[in-house]
């Protein structure tokens, strides 16, 4: 059960992970021993999965982001087996969803540029084994990206 202690801490986590237990007892006025049980007592259950970076992806390189509407020729248990497996081995696809709909997959791809998306959408995209329909939609400005999840 997450209560409204454990929401406050997973808002300042999720905002700055690198707050150190003191930092987040002073924040909502609690001794760092409840702190640091809560915390764990969150990943234990898998509230919390994981703690990573955010890069800037531009100043990387990665100026293009593509979003792609993925149809697959059979909609079989083993077609998305396959296509999932696959999927999960390309590092420029940062996200992949399944969903309903008149289309299969949701993508998110992140790349250098439009050479590069044409190589990775020529070369590791359309050649994966039961794609049907690839339709593509580039990114002009990104309005909101977060990864912040009301708690």
């Given at each position: 059960m997450v209560d409204k202690i454990d929401r406050q801490i997973l808002s300042l986590l999720q905002e700055n992970a690198q707050l150190t237990i003191q930092e987040i007892g002073q924040r909502i006025n609690l001794s760092k021993s409840p702190i640091h049980e809560r915390i764990k007592r969150l990943e234990r259950d898998g509230i919390i999965e994981r703690y990573v970076t955010l890069l800037n992806k531009k100043k990387l390189g990665n100026q293009l982001m593509v979003f792609c509407h993925v149809t697959l020729d059979k909609q079989t248990r083993e077609t998305f087996k396959v296509?999932?497996?696959?999927?999960?081995?390309?590092?420029?696809?940062?996200?992949?969803?399944?969903v309903s709909g008149t289309f299969d997959y949701l993508l998110k791809i992140v790349v250098h540029d439009m050479e590069s998306y044409n190589r990775f959408y020529q070369e590791r995209l359309s050649v994966i084994p039961g794609i049907l329909n690839i339709s593509s939609f580039f990114v002009m400005a990104e309005v909101k990206n977060t990864t912040v999840i009301p708690v």
């Open positions: 296509f999932d497996q696959t999927i999960a081995q390309l590092a420029e696809v940062m996200e992949c969803n399944l």
